[in-house]
């Protein structure tokens, strides 16, 4: 079984319990890039949890609805401020890091910035190029870069211009110039350069 494959696996079974609590969530990682690439391996993938009525927190919210389950494990490193769901059914496991919505990814999971993809919730191609970046001009990592520039590169005419930070993208093409194509045509697209 391929490692994409593993992940989606785990992700619609941590999906299926979100779904059962009324938890707004979406996945996101170089698994949505191996998905939409069809790519066999991949080895990242996050849950992006949306905060409750009352602002209860997203990570509270998580462990609540796998708490009973014997397929997952929580480990919460309340010092680094992560949350990590292990499940537990395959060997070996696999760990999803869930990440607060608003932080990483958009404040609001819903029809226009999640979408599903072999049933499962995936924030959108807008979406994901948005929080890629975000990561990318914190951590740098090719990883990230790689994504970034897939997406752009085959989905361009999908990305919402208004969801990608302007100046951020523009020194990302600086770095990254073979995606220079797919920028100059989502602002000529959007009516801009």
């Known amino acids: 079984m391929s490692e994409t ?27 949505f890039t191996a998905v ?25 919210r998580v462990r609540d609805a796998v708490g009973g389950s014997n397929d997952f494990a ?7 401020n992560r949350l990590h769901v292990t499940w537990r059914r395959p060997i070996p496991a696999i760990e999803i890091e869930v990440l607060p919505a608003g932080e990483t990814g958009p404040r ?5 910035t999640v979408t599903l993809v072999q049933g499962i919730p995936f ?25 970034i520039s897939y997406a752009m590169s085959k989905y361009w005419n999908k990305v919402d211009i208004n969801r990608i930070p302007e100046q951020d993208m523009s020194f990302f093409v600086s770095r990254a110039p073979s ?8 602002q000529r697209k959007y ?3």
């Not at 690439?37 to 509270?60: L, M």
Request: hydrophobic share 40%; net charge positive; with cysteine.
């Open 179 to 186: 995606i220079a194509p797919a920028w100059i045509a989502l």
């Open 74 to 80: 929580i480990t919460h490193s309340p010092w680094t």
């Open 5 to 31: 494959r593993r992940l989606l696996d785990a992700a619609s079974a941590l999906s299926q319990v979100l779904q059962a609590c009324g938890i707004p969530h979406a996945f996101y990682g170089s698994v």
């Open 108 to 112: 609001r999971l819903n029809s226009s």
């Open 123 to 147: 924030l959108t191609i807008s979406e994901f190029v948005r929080a890629k970046l975000k990561t990318w001009m914190i951590r740098r990592s090719e990883k990230d870069a790689m994504d």
């Open 36 to 60: 939409i690439a069809n790519a066999s391996q991949s080895d990242e993938i996050f849950c992006i949890v949306e905060g409750g009525q009352g602002q209860t927190h997203p990570f509270r």
């Open 191 to 193: 009516g801009g350069t």
